[in-house]
Each structure stands twice: as structure tokens, then as C-alpha cells.
């Protein structure tokens, strides 16, 4: 329990420190659609779309596809094989594209009522606008989301979350920006779930990009949509 809360900690840090650095820079508006898809007791298919939109809302700016297939290890740790497209318009015209290979663990538990997941993710990526050169990522993330006001068993009911992400370019960064650090993404959300299967949150993050010679920070507003089957 002690590492569990450590590595929480570590994480709420990090999203903090990045806050800490909001300004009145540019918006980002995110729609994110993800399912889980069980087959059985063992394997789920896991999917998600995300479209992404400058602050003038009249052209979507990436478009991210992703798919895996995961493995349950038992009812808190899974590890899962996948694949992604992301496709990007950075000026409304020219169009950049990325294939991603990407190996995930992932371990979900609670503490009483609060849920917390952990998940460690490897990425294979081919880069379009670099000459489909191979760079690798790497990726850790930690959420937790606490009822606000559900019912015993949180199947139903308002909840707030707080989530970081931290990537580090791994192998061959100079296809990436050049640099270990890649992005820092700290979100806040209120959502509900509807049961089970079905939540909606609203979230805002900070995204901390490290370019070439700097680091960029783009308020992102997303809507969450996770359905689970």
C-alpha cells in the first residue's frame, strides 16, 4: 500500500507542477470515446477515437485511432498488444500521419471507494514527417476518480478525477523533439456515471509539450465518453 501511494503521489506532484504553469495560452477542444469490449473471462478488445480541435472549432486538427487486444491476469492487472493511426493537420492543410505499435500493463484496485488505475505503456512509432523513422516512447499513467455523490457501491452517481500522464522519448529522440521529456498531461474532471458500463466526464488539462528548443502549454477542454461491455 505504501508504493501505491507513493507512486500516486509522485504523480498528483507532477500534475500540479505542470498547472502551476498555466497560462492564457492556446485552447485545444477534445473529444475522447473509448470502450472495453469483453470476449470472455480473459481477453477484451479495447478501442478508442479521439478528434481534436484548435480553440476555432471549425476543423478538426488530429485525429487519433487506436485498438488492442488485452490479456486479464486476474481481476487487477492485464496486459494488452495494440496498434494506432494518429493523423494531424498542424497548418489546415498539410496532413502528417503516425503508426504506432504499442505494449500496455495495467493495474486497477481501490482504496475504499476511490479508484485508482496505474498503466505503463511502450510505443513503437513510426514517423511520417521524419522519413518513417522508428522512435520509441515510453508512458506512465495514474488516475483516480472519488464519488461525490453515488451510491454504495459507486455503480451510479457524480465523481470528480485527477489524472497525469508523463512521456519520455526513449530511443532515437531526435526523430521525436530531441529531448528525454516528450509531454506532461494533468487533467481535473467532474463526470457521472451512469452504471456499470456507461460514464461521462468533463475535463480540463494542461498539456506540456517540450519542442524542439521549447516547452509549449495548450489548455485542453475534453469530453469523455467510456462505455465498457
Known amino acids: 500500500m505504501k508504493i501505491k501511494k507513493t507512486v500516486l503521489l509522485l504523480f498528483v506532484a507532477g500534475a500540479f507542477q505542470s498547472f502551476s504553469f498555466a497560462q492564457s495560452g492556446p485552447k485545444q477542444f477534445w473529444l475522447f470515446v473509448t470502450h472495453t469490449q469483453k470476449i470472455n473471462d480473459r481477453f477484451n478488445i479495447l478501442a478508442d477515437v479521439q478528434s481534436r480541435s484548435e480553440q476555432n472549432l471549425n476543423q478538426i486538427n488530429t485525429l487519433l485511432l487506436r485498438t488492442a487486444l488485452a490479456y486479464n491476469i486476474n481481476d487487477q492487472h492485464s496486459i494488452a498488444l495494440g496498434y494506432a493511426y494518429k493523423g494531424d493537420w498542424p497548418d489546415g492543410e498539410e496532413y502528417e500521419y503516425e503508426h504506432r505499435i504499442y505494449q ?61 500522464e508523463l512521456f519520455l522519448n526513449v530511443l532515437n529522440r531526435q526523430y521525436a523533439n530531441g529531448h528525454l521529456f516528450d509531454q506532461n498531461r494533468p487533467y481535473v474532471s467532474i463526470g457521472y456515471r451512469f452504471s456499470e458500463n456507461i460514464e461521462t466526464s468533463f475535463d480540463y488539462g494542461l498539456m506540456a509539450d517540450q519542442g524542439e528548443e521549447k516547452n509549449t502549454f495548450n489548455n485542453v477542454f475534453r469530453i469523455s465518453l467510456t462505455t465498457n461491455f
Open 104 to 164: 500496455q500493463y495495467q493495474y486497477e484496485f481501490k482504496i475504499k471507494r476511490i479508484e485508482v488505475q496505474l498503466r505503463g505503456r511502450f510505443e513503437q512509432r513510426f514517423l511520417q514527417d521524419s522519413g518513417s523513422h522508428l522512435a520509441m516512447r515510453a508512458r506512465g499513467f495514474a488516475a483516480v476518480q472519488f464519488p461525490i455523490s453515488a451510491n454504495e457501491d459507486f455503480t451510479t452517481g457524480l465523481f470528480a478525477g485527477l489524472q497525469n
